[in-house]
C-alpha cells in the first residue's frame, strides 16, 4: 500500500511539473480558454472511457452515478503517462493504450460551440466558476477518495447537470428548426440559414473518442480553435499576433499580387484546424438525413431552370460580380490567347476568386464564351480593407436638417422618401477584416453593396499578372482587352429595366432608377442621388449631382435673362435709332457706300430696319445689367457648389477621402513600360520609375500634336472668313440682279446671308476637326506613359479643353472683337492676303452677327449632342440584339443581354464633363451678346440629365464603380472661365455693342434736350466723296450723288485732316476703356467679398462632421476597450492556474509528509 501510494505521488509530481511547463510556454491556444485546466482533469482522469463517450455523444445519453472508487481509482502508471489532448474536447491520450477520460466535471465532456450557447454563459461566469472550483479543490486537502477530487467531483457534477439540461432543450429546437429549414433547401436565404444552423449542430456535436484520433491528437501540438458561428467571438491571442502582418498582406494586394489571398488564408488556417477536425468527426455522428441536408452537393438550380434575369451562378447562391466574355479565335494567335486565358483565370483563382465558365454552345450566337466571377467573403473583407472603403457601424443620432420655409409648395418637386433615401444614415469606419465584430453584418451576401463588389473585383482584375513576354510581365484586364484576348469585362446589372426583379434575385435598383430618374416624364423632379450613388459609384454620382445643381443655378439666370430680353422686345419700337434708319426720310435718304469692291452698288440705310430691330432686342441698356449680374451668377454659382460638394462628401462618408487610391495607383502600362526602380521618399519602398528622359520625346510629340491642331483651327477660322468674303460679293450682285428676291430682300440682306450660311459651315467644321481629334488626343496621351490614373486624366482634360475652347470659341471671338475694328475706310481699306477685303459690321453693329454665331453653334451642338448619345447607342443595341438572336429556343441570359448593350468606357464621364463645361462657356464668355443662352442651357438640361439617365440605365453596360469627392480639375477649369468671363462681356459690351457711343452721344453731343437720342444714326456715320475711290475699288455704274456715308468717326472730306480720327472717337475710345475698368474693378470686388462672406463648408455641415468624428472615436475605443478586457480577463484566469499549480503542489508535499 506504501508502494503504491508512493507511486501515485511521483506520477503526481510528474504530471505536475509538465503541465507547469506546458503553461509557462505560453501558448495561445483557445482549446483551453473555455476548460477546466489540465491540472484540474488530472484530478479527474478517474473517469472511464466508457462513462466520457456517453457524457459527450451526440444523443446525450443519461450519466451513470460514479463508481465509488473511480475519482482515485486509477493506478500510477496510467496517471504518469497522460498528456495534454488536442483540440478534441480536453482529454488525455494513453501512450501506453490507456483509455481516455472525458473532462464530465470541467465540461470537458462538451464541445466549446455548446459553451458559447449555453444561456447566461460568459468570460466572467467562467472565470468565476473556476475560480470557486480551485478554491474548492484547495480546500479538500489531499487527493484521495471522498477528500479533494471527491469534492470537486460533486460539485463539478452538479453543474454539469444543470448546464446539461439547458443544453438539450436549446439542442431540441436547433433540431426542429434545422429538419423544417430543409424542406426549402433551394431559396439562397434558407441556404445561408442552413449553413449557420449546420455550424450550431457541429458545434453542439463532440467527436467519440477512437484510439487512432487520439494518437493523432497526442502528436500535433495544441492549435488554435476558432468560432464557426456568425456570432461574434473574442479574438484569440493569435488572432491578435496576425496584426503585424496586415501591413504587408495589404501591401502585396496593392501590388496585384496573386497570392495575397492563399496569404490570409494561411494565415486563418491554423486556427481554423481544430473546427475542420470536429466537423469531419461530427459528420460521421450524423444521421443520413442531417449529412444529405448539410454538405449536399446538388445545385439549387438547374440550368435548364434557372431564370433568364438571374445573376447567380448554378448553385443559385453566389452571385456573379463580373463578367468576361470572349471568342474562339481560329487564327494564328489562338494559342497564345488561349495561353493567356488559362495563366489570367489561375491566377484569378489564386486570388479567391471563384469563376464559372458557361460553353459557347448555350450562347446565343453560338461562339461567345462567358466567365462568370464571384467574390466570396474572404476576398471581400480583404480588398475593403486595402481599399479603405467605410462600412456601417451604428445607425447616425444626428437629426436630419429641419425643412427650408415653404417646402410645401416644393412637393410636386420631390421623390418618395424611400427612392430619395433608400437607407438610414449610418456612423462609418474603414473596414478591417480582424475588426468584422464592429461593424453591422446583418448578412454577408449583402453587406457590401453591388457598386462595392464589382470595384473590388475590377480592383483585382486590373493587377492580375497573365505571363511574361519579351522579358516584362504583363498584367491587367486592359492588356487583355486590347489584345482581343477577352472580348469585353463588365459587371451586370441587377435585371430588367422594365420590371422588377423576381426572388430570389435582389431588389432591382435599376428598375427604380428607371422608374424614378430616366423618365421624361419626371423632368421636373429631383434626382434620387444616394441611389445613383449606390448603384454607380461616387464618379457618376457627384456628375450627376454637379449637373442637377449646375442647372438649379442656371434657373435664376434664365429668369434674369428672359426679363432683359423681353424689355428689349417691348422697347423695340420706341427705340429711336431704329426709328430714324426705318424712316424713308431719314433712313431713306442716306446712301452708304459699297460693302465690297466693283460689283457691289451703292445702298440706301434703310434696307436694314428690321435687322436694327432685331439688333435692339440684344443690344439695349439692360445689356450692361446682364452682364454685371452674370459676373456676379458665376461667383455665387461656384461659392454655391462648393458648399453643396461639401455636404455630398459628408453624407456620402467622402470627408477623409484622399483623392482615391484607385485614382493615385500606378497604372498597370506604366508599371509594365517601367524598366527602372527606385526608393519612393516617403514610403522608403521600391516603386516603378521612368526617367524624364525616355518621356521627354512624348512630351514634345504631344505639345506639337495639340499646337498644330489648334493651328488648323485658325486655318479653318481663316478659311471660313475668306468663304463670307468672296461669297458676299455673289449674293449681293445676285440679290440685286434677280427680281424674284424683292420680296425678301427687307429681311435677308446680304449681311445677313452670308453670316448664317458662314456659321453653319464653321460648325460643321468644328464637329469634323472635334471627332478626328478626339482619337489622336487618347493616343497621344497613352504614349506619354502618366503614371497614375489621375495624371493621365488630367493630361487628356488639359489637351481636349484647350482644343475645345479654340474649336469652339475662336469664331465667337472672331466676331466679338476683330470683325469690323480694322476695316479703313473708303478708298483705303484693309485687305486679307491683299486679296479679300476686310468685313464690316452693320450699321447697327456686329452684335446681332456675335448673337447669330452663338446661337447656331450653341444650339447646334446641344441637338446634334442630345440626338447623337440617345440615338447612336440605341441603334447600334438594336442591331446588335438582331444579329444575336438566332437561336430563339436558347436562354438569353442576363450577362448575354449587358453584352449585346453599348460599352459606357473609362472616357464615357470625361466626355460629358467637357459638354458640359464647354456650354458653361457659352452661358458664361458671351453672355452679354445673348441674354436668352442661359435659358436655352436650362432647357437643354433639363433633357441632358434625363437623356444621360435613360441611356446609362437602360442602353449602356453597367459602369465600374469608382469613388471620387469632387469634380476634379474641371473646377479649376470653371474658375478660370469664370475670371476670364468678366473681361470678356466687359470688352464685348465696350468693343461690339453700341451701347457706349449711345451713352457718348447722350451726354456729350446730344443737342435736343427733349430728345436727346435724335439724330444719333446721322452722327455715327462719315461722310466719303465718291471721287477719291480708286479705280479697281469704285462700283462699275456711275451715280449722280457725289458722296456716300459709312459707320466711323473721321473728319469729312473738305476738313484739313480729312479721313482721320475726329475727337468724337477718342471721346468714345476713352469712355469704353473707361468702361472696361470700371465694370471689372466692380465685378471683381463683389466676388472677392462673395467669396470671402461664404464658406465652403457650411455650419451646419461642420458640426455633423465633427459629431461622427466624435462618434466614431468613441466607438471604436469602446470597442478596443472591451477586447483588452476580454483578453486581461483570459490572462487572469492563466495566472489562477499558476496559483492552482502551486496550491495543488503544496498540499501533494503535506500530504505524503
Not at 481699306?829 to 446681332?848: A, H, K, M, Q
Not at 453596360?957 to 462681356?985: C, E, F
Request: proline share 5%; charged share 25%; aromatic share 12%.
Amino acid at each position: 500500500m506504501d508502494e503504491d501510494q508512493a507511486a501515485r505521488q511521483r506520477s503526481e509530481e510528474e504530471g505536475l511539473e509538465r503541465g507547469e511547463e506546458t503553461a509557462g510556454e505560453g501558448q495561445p491556444s483557445r482549446a483551453w480558454d473555455n476548460r477546466v485546466e489540465w491540472d484540474q482533469q488530472d484530478l479527474l482522469m478517474g473517469l472511464s472511457g466508457r462513462e466520457s463517450r456517453e457524457a459527450a455523444g451526440p444523443e446525450e445519453a443519461a450519466e451513470p452515478e460514479p463508481e465509488p472508487g473511480v475519482p482515485g481509482g486509477r493506478s500510477g502508471e496510467g496517471r504518469a503517462g497522460w498528456e495534454p489532448a488536442g483540440p478534441g474536447g480536453g482529454e488525455r491520450a494513453a501512450p501506453e493504450g490507456g483509455v481516455a477520460a472525458g473532462l464530465e466535471g470541467g465540461r470537458g465532456g462538451e464541445g466549446r460551440g455548446e459553451q458559447d450557447q449555453s444561456d447566461g454563459e460568459g468570460p466572467a461566469g467562467e472565470s468565476r466558476s473556476r475560480s470557486e472550483a480551485r478554491q474548492q479543490a484547495g480546500s479538500q486537502g489531499a487527493p484521495g477518495s471522498g477528500t479533494l477530487r471527491g469534492g470537486y467531483w460533486e460539485g463539478s457534477r452538479e453543474r454539469h447537470r444543470e448546464r446539461k439540461v439547458k443544453r438539450r432543450a436549446k439542442r431540441t429546437k436547433q433540431v426542429e428548426s434545422k429538419y423544417r429549414l430543409e424542406k426549402k433547401p433551394n431559396l439562397p436565404q434558407e441556404r445561408r440559414q442552413a449553413e449557420t444552423q449546420k455550424n450550431v449542430v457541429l458545434k453542439g456535436e463532440t467527436s467519440e473518442a477512437c484510439p487512432c484520433w487520439l494518437s493523432e491528437q497526442r502528436r500535433r501540438p495544441p492549435t488554435i480553435q476558432i468560432s464557426l458561428s456568425p456570432k461574434p467571438r473574442r479574438q484569440s491571442q493569435w488572432s491578435s499576433l496576425c496584426h503585424t502582418s496586415v501591413s504587408v498582406i495589404n501591401e502585396l494586394a496593392q501590388m496585384g499580387d496573386p497570392d495575397v489571398l492563399e496569404m490570409v488564408q494561411e494565415e486563418e488556417r491554423i486556427s481554423n484546424r481544430e473546427a475542420e477536425y470536429i466537423f469531419g468527426m461530427n459528420e460521421q455522428s450524423l444521421s443520413s438525413r442531417e449529412t444529405s441536408f448539410l454538405i449536399s452537393e446538388e445545385p439549387a438550380f438547374k440550368k435548364d431552370e434557372q431564370s433568364k434575369d438571374s445573376i447567380f451562378f448554378r448553385d443559385g447562391i453566389r452571385q456573379i460580380d463580373f463578367v468576361l466574355s470572349y471568342v474562339d479565335d481560329l487564327k494564328k494567335e489562338a494559342d497564345p490567347k488561349a495561353e493567356r486565358r488559362k495563366e489570367f483565370e489561375q491566377n484569378l483563382r489564386k486570388t479567391g476568386l471563384e469563376l464559372e465558365i458557361e460553353d459557347k454552345r448555350n450562347s446565343e450566337d453560338g461562339k461567345t464564351y462567358f466567365v462568370k466571377i464571384h467574390a466570396p467573403w474572404e476576398v471581400l473583407v480583404t480588398y475593403a480593407e486595402v481599399l479603405g472603403i467605410k462600412m456601417p457601424i451604428k445607425e447616425s443620432d444626428i437629426p436630419l436638417p429641419e425643412n427650408i420655409p415653404f417646402s410645401c409648395m416644393l412637393e410636386p418637386l420631390k421623390l418618395p422618401k424611400n427612392v430619395k433615401h433608400p437607407h438610414p444614415e449610418y456612423f462609418t469606419a474603414q473596414f478591417t477584416r480582424h475588426r468584422q465584430e464592429l461593424f453591422l453584418i446583418e448578412d454577408k451576401s449583402s453587406f457590401f453593396p453591388s457598386s462595392s463588389r464589382n470595384r473590388i473585383v475590377y480592383y483585382i482584375l486590373s493587377r492580375c499578372p497573365f505571363g511574361v513576354e519579351d522579358g516584362k510581365k504583363k498584367f491587367g484586364i486592359e492588356r487583355l482587352l486590347t489584345s482581343n484576348t477577352y472580348s469585353s469585362a463588365y459587371p451586370l446589372h441587377d435585371g430588367q429595366y422594365w420590371k422588377p426583379s423576381e426572388p430570389p434575385n435582389p431588389v432591382n435598383e435599376r428598375y427604380t432608377l428607371c422608374q424614378n430618374w430616366a423618365r421624361f416624364s419626371y423632368f421636373y423632379k429631383e434626382q434620387p442621388l444616394d441611389l445613383i450613388r449606390d448603384y454607380y459609384g461616387e464618379k457618376i454620382g457627384m456628375y450627376f449631382v454637379f449637373l442637377g445643381f449646375y442647372t438649379e443655378m442656371l434657373s435664376f439666370a434664365a429668369v434674369v435673362g428672359l426679363a432683359c430680353f423681353i424689355y428689349g422686345l417691348l422697347s423695340m419700337d420706341n427705340n429711336s435709332s431704329s426709328t430714324e434708319i426705318c424712316d424713308p426720310k431719314i433712313g431713306g435718304q442716306i446712301i452708304m457706300c459699297p460693302l465690297c469692291d466693283l460689283v457691289c452698288d451703292y445702298w440706301r440705310l434703310n434696307t436694314t430696319c428690321l435687322a436694327s430691330k432685331i439688333s435692339h432686342l440684344f443690344d439695349n441698356e439692360s445689356t450692361v445689367f446682364f452682364a454685371i449680374f452674370m459676373g456676379i451668377w458665376v461667383t455665387l454659382f461656384l461659392e454655391f457648389w462648393k458648399q453643396r460638394q461639401a455636404r455630398m462628401e459628408y453624407e456620402w462618408d467622402l470627408v477623409d477621402f484622399e483623392e482615391e487610391q484607385q485614382q493615385l495607383q500606378l497604372r498597370p502600362e506604366f508599371e509594365a513600360m517601367c524598366k527602372h526602380r527606385k526608393i519612393n521618399a516617403v514610403t522608403k519602398e521600391m516603386e516603378p520609375y521612368m526617367p524624364l528622359y525616355s518621356r521627354l520625346p512624348w512630351y514634345f510629340l504631344s505639345g506639337a500634336t495639340v499646337t498644330l491642331w489648334m493651328a488648323l483651327v485658325i486655318a479653318c477660322m481663316v478659311a471660313v472668313i475668306v468663304y463670307r468674303l468672296s461669297v458676299f460679293a455673289t449674293f449681293a450682285s445676285f440679290m440685286e440682279s434677280e427680281a424674284s428676291f424683292k420680296h425678301v430682300k427687307s429681311f435677308l440682306t446680304p449681311q445677313i446671308t452670308t453670316s448664317l450660311s458662314g456659321s453653319c459651315l464653321n460648325f460643321i467644321v468644328i464637329l469634323i476637326l472635334n471627332f478626328f481629334y478626339e482619337k489622336i488626343s487618347a493616343w497621344i496621351t497613352k504614349m506619354e506613359i502618366p503614371r497614375t490614373y489621375q495624371e493621365y486624366e488630367s493630361s487628356l482634360t488639359l489637351k481636349m479643353f484647350l482644343f475645345q475652347f479654340v474649336n469652339f470659341y475662336s469664331s465667337c471671338f472672331y466676331v466679338a472683337f476683330f470683325k469690323g475694328k480694322f476695316v479703313g475706310y473708303p478708298g483705303k481699306y484693309t485687305y486679307l492676303f491683299n486679296v479679300w477685303r476686310s468685313e464690316e459690321c452693320d450699321p447697327g453693329g456686329c452684335l446681332i452677327e456675335l448673337t447669330t454665331q452663338l446661337t447656331i453653334i450653341m444650339t447646334g451642338k446641344q441637338i446634334f449632342g442630345n440626338i447623337k448619345e440617345a440615338i447612336y447607342p440605341m441603334v447600334l443595341n438594336w442591331w446588335r440584339r438582331r444579329k444575336a438572336r438566332t437561336n430563339s429556343e436558347k436562354l438569353y441570359s442576363r450577362w448575354e443581354q449587358d453584352h449585346d448593350l453599348e460599352t459606357f468606357g473609362s472616357l464615357g464621364l470625361f466626355y460629358e464633363y467637357l459638354e458640359t463645361v464647354i456650354q458653361f462657356g457659352f452661358v458664361t464668355l458671351f453672355v452679354a451678346s445673348f441674354p436668352l443662352a442661359p435659358l436655352l442651357a436650362l432647357l437643354n438640361n433639363i433633357i441632358e440629365i434625363r437623356v444621360d439617365a435613360w441611356k446609362l440605365t437602360t442602353q449602356y453596360r453597367r459602369p465600374v464603380a469608382a469613388k471620387a469627392h469632387s469634380i476634379g480639375v474641371w473646377q479649376d477649369i470653371l474658375y478660370g472661365m469664370a475670371v476670364l468671363s468678366v473681361a470678356t462681356n466687359a470688352f464685348i459690351v465696350a468693343f461690339t455693342s453700341d451701347i457706349i457711343p449711345r451713352l457718348v452721344y447722350y451726354y456729350a453731343y446730344s443737342k435736343d434736350a427733349t430728345a436727346p437720342m435724335k439724330g444719333y444714326v446721322n452722327d455715327s456715320l462719315s461722310t466719303f466723296l465718291i471721287a477719291d475711290f480708286p479705280n479697281h475699288t469704285a462700283p462699275w455704274e456711275k451715280r449722280d450723288f457725289t458722296t456716300c456715308r459709312y459707320r466711323d468717326y473721321r473728319y469729312p472730306p473738305d476738313h484739313d485732316q480729312k479721313y482721320f480720327h475726329n475727337m468724337q472717337y477718342w471721346h468714345v475710345l476713352a469712355a469704353k476703356m473707361t468702361f472696361i475698368i470700371v465694370m471689372e474693378h466692380v465685378v471683381f470686388l463683389v466676388k472677392f467679398l462673395l467669396a470671402w462672406m461664404i464658406p465652403d463648408v457650411p455650419k451646419d455641415v461642420l458640426e455633423r462632421i465633427k459629431r461622427e468624428k466624435l462618434m466614431t472615436i468613441k466607438i471604436l475605443h469602446d470597442f478596443e476597450l472591451n477586447k483588452l478586457k476580454e483578453n486581461l480577463r483570459a490572462n487572469s484566469s492563466e495566472l489562477a492556474k499558476e496559483v492552482l499549480i502551486q496550491e495543488n503542489k503544496t498540499q501533494l508535499a503535506k500530504s505524503t509528509v
